[in-house]
Nanobody, 115 residues
Framework: QVQLVESGGGLVQAGGSLKLSCVAS????????VGWYRQAAGKQRELVAR???????NYVESVKGRFTISRDNAKNTVYLQMNSLKPEDTAVYYC?????????WGQGTPVTVSS
């Protein structure tokens, strides 16, 4: 039914920037809580950032001041602007959409930050 497609990952040097995008199919995007998670090799998936229907944002402490989550409801898209990247940010990044009736995950986009 609902599909999420991430893009924008890749290779970047420490201190550089990337902008991730996630496009949702269907008609429920504007009614959903959306966010970004990441999973590094050998570690649990963790919440990176989330944004509510009204635009309220939350971030994991390790990315505060460096990452910015935003959404464009007209485009059914959520973004993650990542600045001042560190090697410890290396992971597969997943977008997530949540409503009381549905939880959907994207396929993931890998981010590698070299030292």
């Amino acid at each position: 039914q609902v599909q999420l497609v991430e893009s924008g990952g890749g290779l970047v040097q420490a201190g550089g920037s990337l902008k991730l995008s996630c496009v949702a199919s269907g008609n429920i995007f504007s009614l959903a809580l959306v966010g970004w998670y990441r999973q590094a090799a050998g570690k649990q998936r963790e919440l990176v950032a989330r944004i509510t229907i009204g635009g309220t944002t939350n971030y994991v402490e390790s990315v505060k001041g460096r990452f910015t989550i935003s959404r464009d409801n007209a485009k059914n898209t959520v973004y993650l602007q990542m600045n001042s990247l560190k090697p410890e940010d290396t992971a597969v990044y997943y977008c997530n959409l949540w409503t009381p009736n549905l939880v959907t995950w994207g396929q993931g986009t890998p981010v590698t930050v070299s030292s």
